[in-house]
């Protein structure tokens, strides 16, 4: 069982930058792989990116590359997305999920799901 809890959203201007946070409980995290989604009103949740469980590879939304990064610190649990120079477009809810070492970027393959946290920019 994998717990994860989303932080560090908030609102921000165009052009601002933001770092969420998603800490994670369990002893095998660093098992997981990671990925962070989005979803705003109306839409399907998104794919953003996603990380191997040992950080060695990571990977991007193809609209998004070079503007959000994602990393891991496995002693801490933690998973990060740096979102720079935000759009008022990135305005949703971003989610982070874990699944079994291998990455996907499909949403329903993710076992578990954090709460969410709310990322809004303004223009």
């Known amino acids: 069982q994998v717990q994860l809890v989303e932080s560090g959203g908030g609102l921000v201007q165009a052009g601002g930058s933001l770092r969420l946070s998603c800490a994670a409980s369990g002893r095998t995290f660093s098992s997981y792989a990671m990925g962070w989604f989005r979803q705003a009103p109306g839409k399907e949740r998104e794919f953003v990116a996603a990380i191997r469980w040992n950080g060695g590879s990571t990977y991007n939304a193809d609209s998004l590359k070079g503007r959000f990064t994602i990393s891991r610190d496995n002693a801490k649990n933690t998973v990060y997305l740096q979102m720079n120079s935000l759009k008022p477009e990135d305005t949703a809810v971003y989610y982070c999920?874990?699944?079994?070492?291998?990455?996907?970027?499909?949403?329903?393959?993710?076992?578990?799901w954090g709460q969410g946290t709310q990322v809004t920019v303004s223009s």
């Open positions: 999920a874990a699944r079994p070492s291998i990455i996907s970027y499909s949403p329903a393959e993710y076992d578990y």
